[in-house]
């Protein structure tokens, strides 16, 4: 195995598996800081799968980081705040 990809793997789970470990928790309270560490920490697992020559196991990086990215949702605005463009 390529040492950039083991570094990659370290880094990007060191980041994803503790966030993936309270998910419920981070979406209840909307914590845009940690959704964006577990999307950085996946994508350097994406990164170290792609440098190994792993297709699948990017693929399933991939598809995981989308459906946390649509289970979490999209920019909204708090409550009391306007919407951009109203």
């Known amino acids: 195995m390529h040492p950039l990809s083991t570094a990659l793997f ?3 789970y060191a980041l994803a598996l503790p966030v993936i470990a309270r998910l ?3 979406k209840a309270s909307r914590n845009r800081l940690a959704i964006v560490g577990h999307q ?5 697992a994406l ?4 440098l190994g020559g792993r ?3 990017v693929g399933l990086h991939l598809a995981w980081m989308i459906g946390v990215r649509i289970w979490f949702g ?3 605005s708090r409550p009391g ?6």
């Open 40 to 44: 950085f920490g996946m994508t350097c």
């Open 10 to 12: 370290v880094l990007g």
């Open 81 to 86: 705040e306007q919407a951009p463009g109203r």
């Open 55 to 57: 297709l699948l196991m």
């Open 24 to 26: 419920g928790q981070v």
């Open 47 to 50: 990164i170290g799968w792609a």
């Open 74 to 76: 999209g920019p909204r």
